[in-house]
Each structure stands twice: as structure tokens, then as C-alpha cells.
């Protein structure tokens, strides 16, 4: 399949730092909020900072919410980092309720701790249900203060932090959102990326 990478960007997000550590592994790649750009791509990715409502309606007022919608009802592939992840469920409660892209069921809600989740964990009852490579001994960065609620079925990995939440969730191969930031997460990141952006190139 066409393995170029496009980064979506919806006026919010970790772009700079995706990019680079994409660019590292090989694929060409562009960061754009143009549909025509992004549907030239056979690789999405969602990066995520920021807040759901401010996310969604970036993404609504450039028309990409339906491209990403039709994108994973044809099964083309789609990465979703941290929010970006938390944007596949159907809705998010940050700042009331806010619909989200629906591209699996579940919602955005705030994690069952007072404190963010902020620094370096490691990844607990995985499963390489879609063929990524999970390494449960290695630590990586989260920077979160919301998480969702979704079937265990969709789960590939979760984490913990007051509470136990999926850091992992894949739909077949061609939808897969990580709560974490592989791109902050030295060597252990890298692999990861490596691993799930090769997995959907077989897609």
C-alpha cells in the first residue's frame, strides 16, 4: 500500500516532535490540514494536545472529521497519539459533553485520580491481537488527565494510574490509538512506532 505518512493537523497537536521521530524510521511524510494533502496519504496519524472540545472543532471546521470517519469505515489506516486516540470514541466529557469522530464506541472521560498522569509507566495486560509488538517491561511518557471507556475487545494494552485504562486500543490493523507519546519515548517509542506503522503498511 502507499506507505506516505501524513500528520493531521487540526490546529492542535504534537506535530513537531511526530515528524521528526516518523522521519526517523523512513516514510515520507507531510503535516497538513488540507483533505486533498491527507487523502494523498496512505497513513494517517491524529497526534494530540490540548482539550477534546478545542480538538473536535478543529477538526469539524476544516472538514477532516468526515475524511477521517469515511477514511476508517474503507479501512485505511489511522494512529491516534493521546488525544488523538481519545478523539476515536463517540464522545468526550472535557468542558461538557462533546461528540467525538464515533470510529469505535466508547467515551472520553476524566481519569478516577486528582493528579494528571504525567511521566513514564509501562504497558499491563497486553495482547498482540493485530500483530504490534508490546513490550511490557519497557516504560513510556504520558501527559493525560482524561482516558476512555471502551470494549475490552478493542484493548491491546492498558496502564495504570489511580485506575487501570486502556493504553492500547486497535480495530484490525488499520485503526490504533495509544494513550501515550511514542515520540517522547526514547528507544521504547521508536519500536513501537516502528512496529504498528509497518503492521498497517500489511494492512
Not at 22 to 50: F, H, Q, W
Not at 131 to 152: L, W
Request: with cysteine; aromatic share 6%; charged share 20%.
Amino acid at each position: 500500500m502507499n506507505s506516505r505518512v501524513g500528520i493531521v493537523d487540526y490546529g492542535s497537536g504534537n506535530h513537531g516532535s511526530v515528524l521528526n521521530t516518523v522521519s526517523k524510521l523512513g516514510y515520507e511524510l507531510i503535516t497538513s490540514s488540507s483533505r486533498n494533502d491527507l487523502e494523498a496519504c496512505g497513513i494517517l496519524i491524529l497526534p494530540g494536545v490540548g482539550s477534546y472540545a478545542s480538538a473536535m472543532k478543529g477538526l469539524v471546521n476544516n472538514g477532516l472529521d468526515h475524511m477521517l470517519i469515511r477514511r476508517s469505515q474503507n479501512k485505511q489506516p489511522i494512529l491516534g497519539i493521546c488525544l488523538g486516540m481519545q478523539l476515536f470514541v463517540e464522545s468526550g466529557t472535557e468542558g461538557g459533553y462533546t461528540r467525538g469522530l464515533g470510529l469505535i464506541p466508547g467515551q472520553a472521560r476524566r481519569i478516577q485520580c486528582r493528579l494528571p498522569h504525567i511521566g513514564w509507566n509501562n504497558l499491563v495486560d497486553s495482547r498482540s491481537q493485530v500483530g504490534i509488538r508490546i513490550e511490557e517491561d519497557q516504560d513510556f511518557y504520558f501527559n493525560h488527565s482524561y482516558v476512555i471507556d471502551c470494549s475490552d475487545d478493542l484493548v491491546s494494552a492498558k496502564s495504570f494510574h489511580g485506575e487501570l485504562f486502556p493504553s492500547i486500543v486497535a480495530w484490525e490493523r488499520h485503526l490504533v490509538g495509544v494513550q501515550f507519546h511514542p515520540e517522547k519515548s526514547q528507544n521504547s517509542g521508536i519500536r513501537l512506532l516502528s512496529s504498528i506503522l509497518r503492521n498497517m503498511c500489511n494492512a
